[in-house]
């Protein structure tokens, strides 16, 4: 792995203005070239490295998650760029409060400072667009970091092009338990009479009948007949609830309860550090035509450069189902076609052979 001084000396040329125009133009070409193709609509990004990318540099752990969100603010640009609609990303897990409080602390200063920085400076947010929604556990968040949070879901709440998920803190099991207490809730509450009003209005006029004709033989109601009304009325009052069929409860009503609900399906799930688990982050989310990708490079490294090939791969896999599905497709028409024709034919067989014995 390189040295930090040849990391920053690599850096200082790349940042001469000439080197920049250069790579600013290819970039554009680039992301142009991709836009041709299909786009995943919803990408997310767990941004595992940071720590060991600090240690390898021999740098404060604070300064590679520092270095962790420039690489979050490069491929944010990417993404929106090219199309994507949503993006989400695995910034603070439960799990992460076991580790030492002064590393706890220094993340929630972090999370506090980056996200007043994206709600006041955020020009990359504004100009595409982005809305921001943190998902997670806000009891766990220390106050002034929720206030951060806030203001920052308050600035952006009028943007409506594209989204920005903060998972923090997250865990998968969480949302998951979340969204199966909230469905238990609904269906808990007895379903409200759909002609409520038309009882009242039965109700009164009931009782102006009732009040209008008297009967002939008596002019006051006997006992009798002051009970039934009584108790027809507490029918019309107090109905029996009814609730909703637990029988409907399908995977869509736990989706529209889970912190990621009216986000379109997860295309693509991209995780840096080599590690190979999901880490408990998007388990329901991730279905059957997702695309899980672990690469080799720290987050801090992230950048157009191995995020490119990966996009360029599922756009790939994506014409080959296209192809195969129109494939499907065709042959099953051709089948369905040579059926008919045969019927067909069967058909005029047995008219000649009516017309022969005529």
């Not at 076991?98 to 007043?116: H, I, N, P, Q, T």
């Not at 109601?221 to 507490?234: G, H, Q």
């Amino acid at each position: 792995m390189p040295s930090l001084h040849l990391s920053r000396t690599h850096k200082w040329l790349l940042t001469s203005p000439p080197a920049e125009w250069a790579i600013s133009q290819l970039r554009s070409l680039l992301i142009n070239t991709l836009r041709c193709g299909p786009i995943p609509e919803h990408i997310a990004f767990v941004m595992d490295g940071n720590r060991r990318f600090a240690r390898a540099h021999q740098i404060e752990t604070v300064e590679g998650h520092n270095l962790g969100f420039e690489a979050l603010a490069r491929i944010l640009e990417v993404c929106y760029k090219s199309g994507v609609r949503v993006v989400t990303i695995y910034a603070f897990s439960i799990e992460n409060f076991k580790r030492s409080k002064y590393e706890v602390d220094a993340l929630m200063e972090m999370a506090k400072l980056k996200l007043g920085q994206l709600a006041q400076h955020g020009e990359l947010l504004q100009r595409y667009g982005a809305s921001v929604r943190v998902l997670g556990r806000r009891e766990l968040v220390r106050e002034d970091v929720l206030v951060e949070i806030d203001r920052a879901v308050e600035l952006t709440s009028g943007n409506k092009r594209t989204i920005l998920n903060i998972c923090f803190p997250y865990t998968s099991r969480d949302e998951i338990t979340t969204a199966v207490q909230r469905t238990v809730s609904e269906y808990s509450q007895p379903i409200p009479p759909l002609s409520t009003r038309a009882q009242q209005q039965q109700q009164q006029q009931q009782t102006s009948n009732d009040t209008s004709s008297p009967s002939p033989t008596s002019r006051s109601p006997s006992p009798s007949t002051r009970s039934s009304s009584s108790s027809s009325t507490l029918t019309l009052l107090a109905p029996t609830p009814t609730y909703p069929d637990v029988e409907t409860i399908t995977a869509t009503t736990l989706s529209s309860h889970l912190f990621t609900a009216g986000c379109p399906p997860l295309a693509l799930l991209i995780r840096t550090s080599g590690v190979q688990r999901l880490s408990d982050f998007m388990l329901w989310q991730c279905h059957q035509d997702t695309e899980i990708v672990f690469l080799d490079c720290l987050w801090p490294e992230f950048d157009l450069w191995h995020f490119l090939p990966v996009l360029l791969e599922w756009q790939w896999r994506q014409k080959r189902m296209a192809e195969v599905d129109v494939a499907k497709a065709a042959a099953t028409a051709a089948a369905s076609g040579q059926g008919k024709g045969l019927q067909g034919e069967r058909g005029r067989v047995r008219d000649r052979g009516r017309e022969k014995v005529l």
